[in-house]
């Protein structure tokens, strides 16, 4: 609005939208517009929110356009470490854009940019466009954590990210007063100032010295930093968080249903500290199963607008480090009043659903509650009572509920659902930090059973939300882009599979279950999901590809996630006549925000597991004495051998240099190696055992050898 009132938003997009539209700059649009002199700042303010948005573009001289008309697009571009980069666009439908090294500017891996489209030549037959970034409109971040090094002449810093591809050359001393003054070796944390030419190395101010690179908890410290984590909570939040009591009190039961007397059990891994998720089956008769989910009812504590709130959205949820957990919420409620310990009462919001005998979901019920666990399992102790035959009332209910959750399992990969599970690896650490062991955790019937009952409550929460038309946060996963399941296909051909179209929900599912439990399950997975978009959070009921599902968010695990935080307050009030002030807009904001979160919070996560892996090899090399892995080929190229190891999720190379016992020829055509005079072949999907024999700790690459010889695919194992 200016200060007249007026509204012109929508006067410049119709102007610009008109036929015959010449580019104009600010003065020549205000006279277009005949806008008052008083109304230049509102003019100017308008303009940036609508470039921010993406709805305009600015161009030469500083004129303005509709994006489309000049092949200009707005989205986040993702940088990889050779330097070129992908824009994932912000506009539905649209592909992602590829931008060559020499054409990503100035931009930085996260950076938003618009980029133009080229239209010199059109874009290789299953390939996307290309582009070149012409402007930056929102660094992703304004500080990087690096080494410091030193030449002769200058200081610079080599960033720990690889997809940041130019060092950052730095003051000694720095102009900014600091506790230590830095050395070379240290990890430091550099702010950048503006780069405004790709031909220059960008520059930067050392602002935090982390200490000596190879000190304890530096590496953690440095994800912490590169990552902008919160270390700390500030002080209203824990003044907050002070006045609320540490056990439930009598006056919060009013109006709760009493299921204290109900036979509810905890499963949660080994090291968990916070419950947030609690569950009961009871079989009735021959007619089926009730099951009932109790989620922590953490909206009592954390009230709508309070300091705990504003930093629980900030942070939008808990980060976990393998040395460490970053809570969304304090301990004092995370790991306290809102935890699900067993033998103590604790405030809930109950989803009660009642299954016939085919497993089909016959009513649903909802009700905040009071529960007292009856006991809280490890998915180790739950694996070994399914395991066994049930000794005890525990047992007894566990195996009743694993044949619920068997049956809504089979149903679920029957109504189209993907089975894109594979194991996850705990890194272990010592006393001093230091990797000692990679346990590889399988996603088995514990795992499952708790997964089946945490989907149906989600399905069950979103289907009510939406049928009340309440405004929520959804978690949803968009179709995939027909051309990425076509280059996927690729991908699956070069490992001799038979594949028809994969963006045929059958054939998919056909084609995932005929790699189960083969060598290259895990790669060929991995690939999959990088074909697949990302899911995200919306204020809209846009479905999840994955799980085959119309109606899906979020609801079990309000203690780590702020968007079940959002959808526990909107279901408590949906019986309310005057509707929560949440609105729509305020909805889509929060789940933007949580999304990017996620997204900071799972690199952050991924970054420090790869942090520590390397640590782990190079610890064997440092001690010379290096473990033998199983390993599977994922591809061949002229320079050597790519291998999984599937047991600790880790990608290497074996170049072809290390392959002394003979001259190998690259075949191109049949992705295989093959010895000139004794004809040993090495294929995609060949079995092999291999040591590490190198660590690239800034390259992040791990060079490993062979052990022994392979067990060729074509005798190891049939189609």
């Known amino acids: ?138 660094r992703a971040r304004d500080t990087t954590v690096g080494t410091l090094q030193h030449t002769r002449n200058f200081y610079y810093v080599v960033p720990d990210d690889p997809r940041f591809v130019h060092n950052v050359y730095v003051q000694i001393p720095p102009r900014i007063k600091l506790t230590k003054a830095p050395v070379p070796g240290d990890k430091v944390v550099v702010r950048l100032e503006p780069w405004e030419s790709r031909h220059v190395n960008p520059e930067g101010e050392i602002i935090e010295v982390l200490g000596p690179a190879s000190a304890p908890g530096v590496d953690m410290l440095s994800i912490i930093r590169k990552y902008d984590l919160p270390t700390e909570f500030p002080k209203d939040v824990i003044d907050e968080v002070n006045q609320i009591p540490k056990r439930v009190e009598a006056g919060t039961l009013e109006g709760r249903e009493d299921l204290r007397t109900k036979f509810i059990v905890t499963i949660d891994p080994d090291d968990a500290r916070d419950f947030d998720d609690a569950v009961d089956v009871e079989k009735i008769d021959d007619q089926g199963w009730r099951l009932g989910v109790h989620i922590a009812d953490v909206a009592t504590y954390v009230q709508p607008g309070s300091a705990l709130d504003r930093e629980a959205r900030r942070r939008g949820n808990s980060v976990y480090l393998p040395d460490r957990v970053i809570p969304m919420l304090p301990e004092q409620l995370s790991n306290g009043v809102c935890s699900l310990n067993p033998g103590v009462d604790r405030l809930t919001h109950s989803v009660f659903i009642q299954f016939d005998k085919n497993g089909r979901a016959k009513n649903t019920r909802f009700a905040r509650s009071v529960i007292r666990s009856a006991h809280r399992l490890t998915y180790k102790q739950a694996y070994a009572i399914l395991q066994s035959p049930a000794k005890d009332e525990l047992g007894e209910r566990l195996h009743g509920a694993w044949k619920l959750a068997s049956l809504l399992r089979r149903k679920r990969f029957e109504h189209g659902s993907l089975d894109l599970d594979f194991p996850e690896v705990k890194v272990l650490l010592d006393a001093a930090g230091k990797p000692v062991k990679m346990e590889r955790i399988e996603n088995d019937e514990s795992h499952q059973l708790v997964e089946e009952f945490m989907l149906a409550a989600n399905e069950a929460v979103a289907q009510e939300m939406r049928h009340r038309e309440i405004p929520t946060v959804y978690r949803i996963h968009e179709d995939p882009d027909p051309e990425k399941l076509s280059e996927y296909r690729e ?139 199983r390993a599977v080929i994922a591809d061949v190229r002229n320079y050597g051998l790519v291998v999984e190891l599937p047991d600790i999720l880790t990608t290497g190379l074996i170049h072809v240099s290390s392959l002394a016992d003979d001259f190998y020829v690259f075949e191109s055509a049949q992705h295989r190696l093959i010895g000139r005079r004794s004809r040993k072949r090495f294929t995609i999907g060949d079995e092999i055992r291999v040591f590490v024999s190198r660590v690239d700790l800034f390259k992040r690459q791990i060079d490993f050898a062979l052990a022994d010889t392979p067990r060729n695919k074509s005798r190891s194992r049939a189609r």
């Open 491 to 629: 991908l699956v051909l070069s490992y001799n599979y038979k594949a028809g179209d994969l963006s045929k929900r059958p054939e998919l599912q056909r084609f995932l279950a005929s790699t189960r439990g083969k060598p290259e399950e895990q790669a060929l997975k991995i690939g999959l999901l990088k074909s697949l978009k990302r899911a995200r959070y919306s204020p809209e009921p846009l479905g999840h590809y994955g799980l085959a599902k119309s109606n899906y968010l979020h609801f079990t695990s309000p203690i780590r996630r702020y968007a079940d935080l959002v959808v526990h307050r909107g279901l408590a009030e949906r019986n309310e006549k005057r509707r929560s002030r949440t609105d729509m807009s305020r909805i889509a904001s929060i789940a933007e925000h949580i999304s990017n979160t996620e997204r900071n919070a799972a690199e952050a996560e991924m970054d420090a597991v790869r942090m520590k892996k390397l640590e782990f090899f190079q610890l064997q090399l440092d001690t010379r004495n290096p473990q033998v892995f």
């Open 1 to 138: 609005m200016t200060q007249t009132g007026r509204n012109i938003k929508p006067e410049i997009l119709a102007l610009l939208g008109q036929r015959d539209y010449r580019p104009l700059d600010k003065i020549e649009m205000a006279r277009k517009l005949k806008l008052g002199s008083n109304e230049s700042v509102a003019l100017r303010k308008t303009l940036r929110e609508l470039e921010h948005s993406g709805e305009i573009a600015r161009i030469r001289k500083n004129r303005y356009v509709l994006p489309a008309e000049a092949d200009l697009v707005t989205g986040t571009i993702s940088i990889h470490q050779v330097g070129y980069g992908f824009l994932n666009t912000e506009t539905p439908g649209q592909p992602d854009v590829f931008v060559a090294p020499e054409n990503t500017g100035t931009a930085m891996h996260g950076d938003r940019v618009v980029v133009r489209i080229s239209r010199d030549k059109p874009p290789p037959r299953g390939k996307g466009p290309e582009g070149r970034v012409i402007r930056i409109l929102e």
